[in-house]
């Protein structure tokens, strides 16, 4: 079983989510499922079936959350240090072309959010960045073409 990356604030999101679909979601798909049987006929019951799909797709996602916090190798970004860009940095770049600033934090795969600015360890910005240091120019292959960054700060929060 591979170990994955993730920060302790990405562990403790996946924890919360797992709590509310157990203690909360849970039940009351249990409560939805035992009043659509109170209907009658099942075959032709939608309550029943979309209460039954929901159970499924809940379930589902809890055994992924388990999964994936079984084994997540939590790392605390705030003891990391260090100029070079690794896993947990923030770094700011700047677009060489229309020298718009961008802020990134490389995260685990579960906890990526691009619009939040946290991008997975994965992905192909992520690779062009890691082992990179202040000053350093970094070309990035996106699906949109070729883009260029100059890192202009590496921080650890």
């Known amino acids: 079983m591979d170990k994955v990356p993730m920060t302790a604030q990405g562990h403790s999101a996946l924890e919360e989510e797992l709590k509310r679909r157990q203690q909360i979601e849970?039940?009351?798909?249990?409560?939805?499922?035992?009043?659509?049987?109170?209907?009658?006929?099942?075959s032709e019951n939608a309550e029943y079936h979309a209460a039954k799909e929901a159970q499924s797709l809940n379930e589902g996602r809890i055994a992924e959350l388990e999964d994936k916090l079984s084994r997540a190798e939590v790392i605390d970004v705030s003891k990391l240090s260090g100029t070079t860009v690794k896993f947990g940095?923030?770094?700011?770049?700047?677009?060489?072309?229309?020298?718009?600033?961008?802020?990134?934090?490389?995260?685990?795969?579960?906890?990526?959010?691009?619009?939040?600015?946290?991008?997975?360890?994965?992905?192909?910005?992520?690779?062009a960045l890691i082992g990179k240091t202040?000053?350093?120019?970094?070309?990035?292959?996106?699906p949109g073409g070729g883009k260029s960054y100059e890192i202009l700060g590496v921080a650890f929060q």
């Open 26 to 42: 849970r039940p009351r798909i249990i409560q939805a499922i035992a009043e659509a049987r109170s209907h009658g006929d099942l």
């Open 134 to 142: 202040v000053g350093d120019s970094v070309e990035v292959s996106t």
């Open 89 to 127: 940095a923030t770094v700011t770049l700047v677009d060489e072309d229309t020298e718009e600033q961008k802020t990134y934090q490389i995260v685990g795969e579960a906890e990526a959010d691009v619009k939040a600015g946290r991008v997975s360890i994965t992905s192909p910005t992520a690779r």
